[in-house]
């Protein structure tokens, strides 16, 4: 068995199956729905998250993983074999889990003083969503199952991460007007105009990058923009929500134009789709080194 382990949380949206092959680690969000408390991929699967929107006027609010959590979390995975760990985390401008997992490993080393020298903890910033790290948490996590060093891994995972990007249509402003996570999408005049805008996350930020009317410009604008951006020849992945329809037009379309098919799909688990309503649809990939 490889000494390393590969730990993200639940906004990464590795699919379950993923999770098993490669025997990663998930920390499940704490969602709060009306006054039920649920724990994300644990309580419900993503169609069982959805309805549960359907069924409740207000809107879910996720909760940070605290450092207590992690502390426990780094012994565990210390007890259980294994020396290096690495753990790639939501963006730490969207949620505190970030700097609680950093403080998390000071505060493990001062409480099992005995793992010192003996142990390594690495806590990366996802530097956004869903499949934006998730992807090369997958990666890193297939890299270990091969017996490639912690070095190898560690620089794959620093190299990497700066250089994603996604671009997301949202179907419906009801969310994203409401948890005020995406504050460029609440200021948009709303769904009575049609108004569709397609934001990009990008360097710990999310913002409005143009904003479509109708449903129809924003896949085509989407493509458009992806292959302006993405480096040549490089892999994608396509992130969608609870229309597999918009996913199949999109990875369509991403297929025409670059002549090959994206490598992976995350479909919004409970911490995306709370602040941008479950329809959405997009594209994942590494910029052009021009734009870095």
């Not at 644990?42 to 069982?48: H, Q, V």
């Not at 913002?207 to 129809?216: D, F, I, Q, S, Y």
Request: aromatic share 12%; hydrophobic share 40%.
């Amino acid at each position: 068995m490889s000494n390393i382990r590969i730990i993200t949380d639940s906004a990464s949206d590795i699919s379950a199956a993923e999770e098993k092959e490669f025997n990663i680690y998930i920390i499940p969000f704490p969602v709060v729905i009306g006054e039920k408390s649920y724990l994300s991929r644990i309580d419900f699967d993503n169609e069982g998250f959805y309805q549960l929107m359907e069924t409740h006027d207000e809107i879910p609010k996720t909760a940070q993983i605290t450092s207590f959590q992690f502390v426990e979390l780094f012994k565990e995975q210390y007890d259980a074999g294994y020396t290096e760990i690495i753990y790639v985390s939501i963006n730490k401008d969207g949620s505190s889990t970030h700097n609680n997992a950093v403080l998390a490993k000071d505060q493990f080393f001062d409480e099992y003083p005995e793992c010192r020298g003996k142990c390594n903890i690495y806590v990366f910033d996802g530097i956004g969503y869903s499949g934006q790290y998730g992807y090369p948490v997958v990666v890193a996590a297939r890299m270990a199952m091969e017996n490639q060093t912690i070095t190898e891994i560690v620089a794959y995972l620093t190299g990497i991460l700066p250089k994603r990007r996604i671009y997301f249509g949202i179907y419906g402003l009801k969310y994203a007007a409401k948890s005020g996570r995406i504050p460029s999408a609440a200021a948009l005049v709303g769904d009575a105009f049609g108004v569709k805008p397609i934001m990009k996350i990008w360097a710990n930020e999310i913002v409005t990058a143009v904003k479509c009317r109708g449903e129809k410009k924003l896949i085509a604008k989407m493509v458009d923009m992806t292959v302006e951006d993405m480096e040549p020849g490089t892999e994608y992945q396509i992130v969608y929500g609870s229309d597999e329809a918009c996913r199949d037009e999109l990875t369509e379309r991403m297929t025409e134009r670059l002549g090959y098919g994206p490598t992976d799909f995350f479909q919004i688990g409970a911490a995306v789709a709370a602040n941008a309503g479950p329809k959405v649809v997009g594209t994942i990939f590494n910029v052009k080194p021009d734009l870095l």
